[in-house]
């Protein structure tokens, strides 16, 4: 059950990371060497070309966040999902080209990337029995030229995960993977428990141009980590002798990325402790974790950035102009940062319209070789095998519920009711009252095959369906509304936020939610406007251009906490039936059992049982063999 919450904080959003491509284009025809390699075999292309030049400056970015394993890219072809196509090949031929063009103008680019590895396609948690999550999808990233990497919350729910990212992750980095304030406790050389950074603490460097960088790793306050690893608070760490002595010497920047969201979190407290030993040098922070795409400035000579999840987003971040490294340090830093869309269009446009560099084709040989080895994974992973082909695309947040596009309607009213009757035909028989939690759905289930990938994606935690029999149909069918007035089962805050402890615990959702329910009000809830496809509409507090391509917002409607299968007819208000719910919330639901039964049976823990063997993971695939077949 811990799972559901887990990951429902983890994963809400997406953006991640663009996939761009590119190619140094310079040439002409270059759209005729893309057939060969597109993002993933059957990935749909974007039509549409983002709009004006990048702002390069001294130093440059290019940022990666909360991949959560979608190096594969996005392969429906409803929208927006082709914009957010490339895959991490195609992003790795940008890279290339993007350095390229680095190099041709003399500045720096540097890349970086904020953690959340893990958990959130079939690419990384596809694996099979005896392998870690993850491990494999890792390979990828390691073949891109990162200059800085740091860890997520994502990293630490799963002792061997970490684990994976300590012998075998990290030691590829040469220091450059970072954890400032994490540890995980390992047998050393002579078997003794030791607790140790999972990476390193800090690193000091220079940029090929030849500026020396000071780097730290940091993630948010977390609670919700695995025994034998250490999340030190973002307070405490500033307090460290290690971090004071590692900030007295004064690079010509400093680059602090991180698990932390750049708004409502902790980065000031770093912040704050280096500027109160440097008060000009310029600070580029590059945080993570809420999924949003966003942008302040704690002062004139710093900028701090997020750019979203899930490889939506990609996103360089520029500094502009000769100010970087001017003596002058009273003046503020000329900034400018772009969220690029993933996918092959912009980094063709962008290099190709804008930029000087000579490449003939867009795909590097890099580039090729990791989207095959991503296909050929993806092959060994069996995420392509289709239970069945969706006839439409079904959503979460963008139509109303109930409805017929509503996911949570297919869910309550099909799925559920068939999956069970399948997975339990000893109970099939049994009138009962199914309740499930929206929070169990991570993802939209879109038109096409639906494949053991989209499994992982839409539904993959594995919370089990138990049931308690013979309750008065009577009470048995308060349970939902209950339920829902009760609220969800994260606790909430007035402004309808997690509350402290969830949020320290790794929840994102509300905030993620919010994020994309405020691009949707701010256009007055008006459908998509023709001129523009749909997509995120950013609004931080940076100036300048923001999201490279323009879009329509996607609509957003809030959704119960959770929803009820249609309830028998025919059935008197006395009869004993099953009420079905999932282990995630049974505790909360005999709570109202109690009450409602008011002097009536007194319900327990040993009054639920399991239900066969169904968990919340297998039901999508059962549905679609026998209803999408
Ligand atoms: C985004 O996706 C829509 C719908 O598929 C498409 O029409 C549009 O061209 C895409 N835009 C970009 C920039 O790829
Ligand atoms: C964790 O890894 C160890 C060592 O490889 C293995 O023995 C153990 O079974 C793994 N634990 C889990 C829960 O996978
Ligand atoms: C933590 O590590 C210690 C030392 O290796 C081990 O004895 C203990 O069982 C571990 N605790 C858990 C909860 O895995
Ligand atoms: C992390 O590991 C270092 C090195 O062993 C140790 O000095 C430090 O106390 C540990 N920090 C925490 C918070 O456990
Ligand atoms: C971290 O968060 C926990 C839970 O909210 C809180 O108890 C603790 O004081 C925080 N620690 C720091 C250093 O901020
Ligand atoms: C410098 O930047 C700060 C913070 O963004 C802003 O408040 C201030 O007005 C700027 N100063 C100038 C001279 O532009
Ligand atoms: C530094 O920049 C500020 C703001 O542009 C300007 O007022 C000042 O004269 C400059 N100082 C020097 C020494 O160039
Ligand atoms: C690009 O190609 C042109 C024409 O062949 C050449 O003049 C120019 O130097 C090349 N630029 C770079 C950066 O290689
Ligand atoms: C792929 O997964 C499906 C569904 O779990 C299974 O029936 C099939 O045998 C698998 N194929 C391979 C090659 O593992
Ligand atoms: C939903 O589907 C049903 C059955 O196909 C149909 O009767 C109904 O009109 C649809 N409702 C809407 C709002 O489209
Ligand atoms: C779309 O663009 C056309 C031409 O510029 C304009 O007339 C129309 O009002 C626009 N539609 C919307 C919804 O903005
Ligand atoms: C439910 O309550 C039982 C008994 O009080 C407790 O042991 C268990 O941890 C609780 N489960 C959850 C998911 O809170
Ligand atoms: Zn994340
Ligand atoms: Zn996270």
């Given at each position: 059950?811990?799972?559901?919450?887990?990951?429902?904080?983890?994963?809400?959003l997406?953006?991640?990371?663009?996939?761009?491509?590119?190619?140094?284009?310079?040439?002409?025809?270059?759209?005729?060497?893309?057939?060969?390699?597109?993002?993933?075999?059957?990935?749909?292309?974007?039509?549409?070309?983002?709009?004006?030049?990048?702002?390069?400056?001294?130093?440059?970015?290019?940022?990666?966040?909360?991949?959560?394993?979608?190096?594969?890219?996005?392969?429906?072809?409803?929208?927006?999902?082709?914009?957010?196509?490339?895959?991490?090949?195609?992003?790795?031929?940008?890279?290339?080209?993007?350095?390229?063009?680095?190099?041709?103008?003399?500045?720096?680019?540097?890349?970086?990337?904020?953690?959340?590895?893990?958990?959130?396609?079939?690419?990384?948690?596809?694996?099979?029995?005896?392998?870690?999550?993850?491990?494999?999808?890792?390979?990828?990233?390691?073949?891109?030229?990162?200059?800085?990497?740091?860890?997520?919350?994502?990293?630490?729910?799963?002792?061997?995960?970490?684990?994976?990212?300590?012998?075998?992750?990290?030691?590829?980095?040469?220091?450059?993977?970072?954890?400032?304030?994490?540890?995980?406790?390992?047998?050393?050389?002579?078997?003794?428990?030791?607790?140790?950074?999972?990476?390193?603490?800090?690193?000091?460097?220079?940029?090929?141009?030849?500026?020396?960088?000071?780097?730290?790793?940091?993630?948010?306050?977390?609670?919700?980590?695995?025994?034998?690893?250490?999340?030190?608070?973002?307070?405490?760490?500033?307090?460290?002798?290690?971090?004071?002595?590692?900030?007295?010497?004064?690079?010509?920047?400093?680059?602090?990325?991180?698990?932390?969201?750049?708004?409502?979190?902790?980065?000031?407290?770093?912040?704050?402790?280096?500027?109160?030993?440097?008060?000009?040098?310029?600070?580029?922070?590059?945080?993570?974790?809420?999924?949003?795409?966003?942008?302040?400035?704690?002062?004139?000579?710093?900028?701090?950035?997020?750019?979203?999840?899930?490889?939506?987003?990609?996103?360089?971040?520029?500094?502009?102009?000769?100010?970087?490294?001017?003596?002058?340090?009273?003046?503020?830093?000329?900034?400018?940062?772009?969220?690029?869309?993933?996918?092959?269009?912009?980094?063709?446009?962008?290099?190709?319209?804008?930029?000087?560099?000579?490449?003939?084709?867009?795909?590097?040989?890099?580039?090729?070789?990791?989207?095959?080895?991503?296909?050929?994974?993806?092959?060994?992973?069996?995420?392509?095998?289709?239970?069945?082909?969706?006839?439409?695309?079904?959503?979460?947040h963008?139509?109303?519920?109930?409805?017929?596009?509503?996911?949570?309607?297919?869910?309550?009213?099909?799925?559920?009711?068939?999956?069970?009757?399948?997975?339990?035909?000893?109970?099939?028989?049994?009138?009962?009252?199914?309740?499930?939690?929206?929070?169990?759905?991570?993802?939209?289930?879109?038109?096409?095959?639906?494949?053991?990938?989209?499994?992982?994606?839409?539904?993959?935690?594995?919370?089990?369906?138990?049931?308690?029999?013979?309750?008065?149909?009577?009470?048995?069918?308060?349970?939902?509304?209950?339920?829902?007035?009760?609220?969800?089962?994260?606790?909430?805050?007035?402004?309808?936020?997690?509350?402290?402890?969830?949020?320290?615990?790794?929840?994102?959702?509300?905030?993620f939610d919010r994020w994309r329910q405020d691009q949707w009000?701010?256009?007055?809830?008006?459908?998509?406007?023709?001129?523009?496809?749909?997509?995120?509409?950013?609004?931080?507090?940076?100036?300048?251009?923001?999201?490279?391509?323009?879009?329509?917002p996607i609509?957003y409607?809030?959704?119960?906490?959770?929803?009820?299968?249609?309830?028998?007819?025919?059935?008197?208000?006395?009869?004993?039936?099953?009420?079905?719910?999932?282990?995630?919330?049974?505790?909360?639901?005999?709570?109202?059992?109690?009450?409602?039964?008011?002097?009536?049976?007194?319900?327990?823990?040993?009054?639920?049982?399991?239900?066969?063997?169904?968990?919340?993971?297998?039901?999508?695939?059962?549905?679609?063999?026998?209803?999408?077949?």
């Open positions: 059950m811990a799972s559901i919450a887990k990951l429902a904080a983890a994963f809400a997406g953006l991640g990371l663009l996939t761009p491509l590119t190619g140094a284009c310079g040439g002409s025809g270059d759209q005729d060497h893309h057939h060969h390699v597109r993002s993933q075999p059957g990935a749909t292309q974007p039509t549409a070309f983002p709009s004006s030049p990048l702002v390069w400056g001294d130093v440059n970015f290019l940022h990666t966040t909360d991949t959560h394993g979608w190096l594969i890219g996005h392969q429906k072809s409803s929208p927006p999902e082709p914009n957010y196509s490339g895959d991490f090949g195609d992003f790795a031929s940008f890279v290339e080209h993007m350095r390229q063009e680095a190099d041709a103008r003399g500045v720096d680019l540097l890349l970086v990337d904020s953690g959340d590895l893990h958990d959130g396609t079939g690419l990384s948690d596809g694996f099979p029995a005896g392998d870690v999550d993850g491990h494999e999808s890792n390979k990828f990233l390691a073949k891109l030229p990162y200059d800085i990497l740091a860890i997520g919350n994502h990293e630490l729910y799963i002792y061997n995960v970490t684990r994976d990212m300590h012998l075998n992750f990290a030691p590829q980095w040469d220091g450059r993977y970072l954890s400032s304030n994490v540890n995980i406790t390992i047998p050393d050389k002579d078997g003794k428990a030791t607790s140790v950074p999972v990476g390193d603490r800090y690193t000091k460097f220079k940029t090929k141009r030849g500026r020396k960088v000071t780097a730290f790793g940091v993630i948010f306050n977390f609670t919700g980590n695995a025994p034998n690893t250490t999340v030190q608070g973002v307070a405490d760490m500033v307090k460290e002798s290690w971090f004071k002595e590692a900030i007295i010497e004064e690079p010509d920047f400093f680059l602090l990325v991180g698990h932390m969201p750049v708004s409502q979190d902790n980065w000031p407290l770093v912040f704050n402790a280096i500027r109160a030993v440097h008060s000009t040098i310029p600070i580029f922070v590059f945080g993570g974790h809420t999924h949003i795409r966003d942008c302040v400035q704690y002062d004139g000579r710093s900028m701090a950035l997020e750019s979203g999840a899930y490889m939506e987003t990609v996103f360089p971040f520029v500094s502009s102009g000769a100010k970087l490294d001017s003596r002058n340090r009273t003046q503020n830093l000329s900034v400018t940062r772009r969220y690029l869309d993933a996918n092959r269009n912009t980094p063709t446009d962008i290099l190709h319209k804008y930029h000087t560099t000579n490449s003939s084709e867009f795909d590097t040989a890099r580039g090729e070789a990791i989207t095959a080895g991503i296909t050929d994974l993806a092959n060994r992973f069996n995420l392509s095998y289709a239970f069945g082909t969706a006839p439409q695309d079904y959503y979460l963008r139509v109303q519920y109930p409805g017929n596009d509503s996911l949570l309607s297919l869910l309550a009213d099909k799925i559920i009711p068939v999956a069970l009757k399948i997975g339990f035909p000893e109970r099939a028989n049994i009138s009962n009252v199914i309740v499930a939690n929206a929070g169990s759905q991570r993802f939209d289930l879109l038109k096409g095959p639906f494949t053991r990938n989209d499994q992982l994606v839409v539904s993959p935690f594995t919370n089990a369906f138990v049931y308690i029999p013979n309750v008065p149909f009577s009470i048995a069918k308060q349970v939902l509304g209950q339920l829902n007035s009760a609220g969800s089962p994260q606790r909430r805050t007035a402004d309808g936020l997690e509350s402290a402890e969830d949020y320290a615990a790794g929840h994102i959702q509300s905030r009000a701010r256009f007055g809830h008006r459908a998509a406007n023709e001129n523009f496809t749909l997509g995120y509409v950013t609004k931080d507090s940076c100036s300048g251009i923001g999201d490279d391509t323009i879009h329509s609509p409607y809030p959704i119960p906490d959770y929803v009820g299968s249609p309830l028998p007819t025919n059935v008197p208000e006395d009869a004993g039936l099953d009420l079905i719910i999932l282990d995630f919330f049974q505790n909360d639901t005999i709570k109202i059992l109690n009450k409602l039964s008011s002097g009536g049976k007194q319900y327990t823990t040993t009054d639920v049982l399991p239900y066969g063997d169904i968990k919340i993971d297998q039901i999508h695939a059962l549905y679609a063999e026998a209803v999408w077949n």
